[in-house]
């Protein structure tokens, strides 16, 4: 022993004097800065492509922010407005110079929103805005001379639900709901009813392709675990090349097979187990989303299931069977309750897929084989209404982190092994 | 060995994978109840092809086995009742110790009271009684090697094989094991078939040892006959170690035969074992503790002398490389004791051995 550096309560020191802990941080510092350069353009990546536009799709999916900065003295002389009497030329007169002031691109941005809150407003607002360069007070009879509609209490009520700068209506109009004039929930007229249907189709159809992917795959990634190095290698090719196959030209091979005078009709019928009046509708509705989806998610599942099954020594099932356990008893108790991680990793994997799902169900889906995900993509690209578009992601955001929750309890993450 | 004895009976079992080649060819043995045989033989010898097809896991594909006098071809693994110990144990990992031990019992719909007191007594007989909760990846190798032998022996099997059980020990643990599976062995009155590559762990623990090379049973013997006696070169060379010669037999008087070792270097006194007549060839097989140094001139039929090589002081012996009779690798362990001279290398001195410790066996390739 000699010099002893640190005494019992102070800090330990090294020996030349400096804390170690200071020294421990010094010495590994160029290691954490190499560690932290290595992770830095994966991080950039996640940030930018990730994080950046799913907090803009949050953010889209409750903003209502345009209506209130075109709109801003028509909302304060609603907040003055009574509901009840007849509007008063104050509010004509701010709705006034809020159009006149405004961009003419804002102006019909603004329609198209105030539109879903009441169908008719576009049309008033854009024909009392070609002629709102013309208008001299009083306002009231010029906007009513533009369109009679201005008169009926019905659309300026509706900018209750317009007022806040934040909404929560689009969430509501993704499954069906919508607000009164109060800002109250209400269901929205039957006619209007499309979503909750969809997105319980959405989830059927997601929870019945992974259980069909899991029938299909358990038994092939069995065989690919078991067979002889040569056999296997060429069962896993069968398997990958439709991975690797566009995922377009599958589509349009399954629908030369499924047709109404497709492949499997014309064998079918040929064979006289269908007659020719009767042939099966395969495609374009529920059942082609099913089938086809089923085939083009399969390899999320196999290959999962088939990395598990690969680390099981084959000695357990034969240990199993030495100690008296049938092979078909082996099986379930002993082989089985290994593949759970696989199986668990195949289900989450297809499942998470399936229900964000959108190019099959569009090919080959038909009516009533469209998901959700054709919703999103025709409110991204055909309605303009990103809002609903953002509430629908989110939701769905919503609904696979729910069931990766529910994984998380029952098997466990920790358990999950990707391959 | 009486057959009515014996529980196992292997006839004319011939085993093919390919169909071009042989694996076991022509296998026969008993194994009585009780025993402890070891099957032991370099990796691809076929020993454990021959317990595969006892435990039912590989069918033969000629020539019957009988468990208890009864054809067991036909019967499948999981009704043939024979407990068996796997190479790297083949716990279930994903059932705690005592539900792993549970299984068998399990299967074989025996109640829960009484299989929790049976799982519990296989525990305490591998002193493992505190574990049953544990997970298999929570043991060491020496506790999983000892739930593994539990396990097997959890319902009560009158027959276990053992393949290779120890070879992922270290070496203490190895022989620590070897003894508690010898007393096992003992207290319960047990059949055991053992392989292992191992000839000491065989030597150790075996009532009788059956050597296997190139699918066939060289010899099988208890240890000691095995080791004092080998049957041909094979064997000599696989059991322990020995000092061989080669070389031509040229005078034969009963059970006693002159050697003339290749190169004219000698003629060897020896033992005629495994042997043809005059004029046959033969290999010498010669334990190195049986050669005396510094013999009395004329006290024994062999005396040559010898060029000390090489000594290596291993404590209770001296372990010395000599030269002789034109083979510079032959062996002599001089025991570490003040009456023996102590000889340095490049030393030259008489060594000399008994007939009837030199071994006249086949030639060996």
């Known amino acids: 022993m000699s010099t002893a550096p640190a005494t019992i309560d102070g800090p330990l020191l090294t020996a030349d004097g400096v804390p170690l802990k200071a020294s421990l941080e010094k010495s590994l510092r160029r290691s954490k800065l190499r560690a932290l350069l290595l992770v830095a353009p994966p991080l950039l990546f996640l940030i930018f492509l990730f994080v950046i536009p799913i907090g803009n799709m949050l953010t889209r999916s409750v903003d209502d922010k345009l209506i209130n900065n075109v709109l801003p003295q028509t909302f304060e002389a609603f907040e003055a407005w009574d509901k009840e009497s007849e509007p008063s030329e104050a509010m004509f007169e701010a709705l006034y110079n809020d159009l006149k002031s405004a961009e003419k691109t804002d102006i019909g941005k603004a329609s198209v929103r105030m539109n879903y809150a009441l169908p008719g407003w576009r049309s008033l607002v854009k024909r009392t805005a070609r002629k709102i360069k013309k208008m001299e007070p009083p306002y009231k009879e010029a906007f009513v001379k533009a369109d009679d509609r201005w008169l009926d209490n019905t659309y300026w009520l509706s900018l209750g639900i317009m007022k806040d700068k934040r909404t929560l209506g689009y969430y509501w109009n993704a499954i069906d709901r919508t607000y009164d004039f109060d800002k109250n929930v209400i269901h929205q007229p039957d006619e209007r009813k499309v979503y909750n249907l969809l997105w319980w189709r959405t989830i059927l159809v997601s929870i019945l392709v992974t259980i069909a992917c899991l029938i299909l795959a358990y038994p092939v990634a069995y065989l690919l675990a078991t067979l002889p190095m040569r056999i296997s290698n060429l069962l896993m090719i069968c398997v990958l090349m439709p991975f690797w196959t566009s995922l377009l030209v599958r589509i349009v091979a399954w629908m030369i097979m499924l047709q109404q005078n497709g492949v499997v009709n014309d064998t079918l019928v040929a064979a006289g187990i269908i007659s020719d009046d009767n042939r099966l509708a395969m495609m374009y509705n529920f059942n082609g989303t099913i089938i086809v989806m089923t085939q083009i998610l399969l390899p999320f599942m196999i290959l999962p299931i088939y990395s598990v099954m690969k680390t099981i020594p084959p000695s357990l099932m034969k240990a199993a069977q030495n100690l008296g356990a049938t092979p078909t008893l082996a099986f379930i108790r002993v082989y089985m309750p290994q593949t759970i991680p696989g199986i668990g990793a195949g289900c989450i994997l297809v499942f998470i897929v399936a229900i964000g799902y959108y190019i099959t169900p569009e090919l080959v889906g038909g009516k009533d084989g469209r998901l959700i995900g054709n919703m999103v993509a025709y409110h991204m690209q055909r309605s303009l209404n990103w809002g609903l578009a953002a509430a629908m992601g989110t939701i769905l955001l919503g609904v696979i982190l729910l069931f990766y929750w529910v994984y998380d309890k029952i098997i466990g993450i920790d358990n999950m092994k990707m391959g | 060995m009486p057959s009515e004895n014996s529980l196992v009976r292997f006839v004319d079992i011939q085993k093919s994978y390919d169909g071009d080649a042989l694996v076991v060819k022509n296998l026969n043995l008993d194994v009585a109840k009780g025993e402890f045989l070891t099957m032991l033989g370099p990796s691809g010898s076929g020993k454990t092809t021959c317990l595969m097809m006892l435990a039912g896991f590989e069918p033969a594909t000629h020539g019957e086995i009988f468990l208890n006098e009864h054809p067991i071809n036909r019967v499948p693994p999981h009704k043939r009742g024979i407990g068996m110990v796997f190479q790297n144990y083949a716990l279930f990992p994903h059932m705690t110790v005592a539900e792993n031990l549970a299984f068998p019992l399990e299967v074989r719909n025996i109640d829960k009271s009484e299989r929790e007191q049976r799982v519990n007594r296989a525990l305490d007989m591998v002193q493992l009684g505190a574990f049953g909760d544990r997970r298999p990846a929570q043991l060491s190798g020496g506790q999983a090697q000892r739930v593994a032998v539990a396990r097997s022996l959890v319902f009560d099997p009158d027959l276990v094989l053992m393949d290779e059980p120890l070879g992922a020990l270290d070496k203490n643990l190895r022989e620590q094991m070897q003894y508690e599976i010898k007393h096992i062995h003992e207290n319960l009155g047990l059949t055991v078939v053992y392989v292992t590559h191992d000839q000491s762990e065989?030597?150790?623990?075996?009532?009788?040892?059956?050597?296997?090379?190139?699918?066939?049973?060289?010899?099988?013997?208890?240890?000691?006959?095995?080791?004092?006696?080998?049957?041909?070169?094979?064997?000599?060379?696989?059991?322990?170690?020995?000092?061989?010669?080669?070389?031509?037999?040229?005078?034969?008087?009963?059970?006693?035969?002159?050697?003339?070792v290749d190169n004219n270097v000698g003629t060897v006194i020896a033992k005629k074992v495994n042997v043809g007549g005059i004029g046959s060839r033969s290999t010498l097989s010669l334990r190195p503790e049986r050669v005396t140094v510094n013999p009395e001139p004329g006290s024994l039929p062999n005396i040559f002398s010898g060029l000390a090589e090489e000594l290596i002081y291993l404590g209770d012996h001296i372990r010395t490389r000599f030269t002789v009779l034109g083979h510079d690798d032959f062996i002599v362990k001089i025991p570490n004791s003040a009456v023996h001279a102590h000889l340095k290398e490049g030393d030259t001195v008489n060594i000399g051995w008994n007939a009837e410790d030199c071994r006249a066996l086949d030639p060996s390739d």
């Open chain 2, 202 to 260: 065989a030597l150790t623990m075996s009532n009788r040892i059956a050597v296997f090379d190139d699918g066939i049973i060289q010899q099988c013997d208890p240890p000691p006959v095995l080791y004092e006696e080998p049957n041909n070169a094979f064997v000599a060379g696989f059991i322990g170690e020995n000092n061989r010669f080669v070389g031509k037999v040229v005078e034969e008087d009963g059970d006693v035969v002159k050697v003339e």
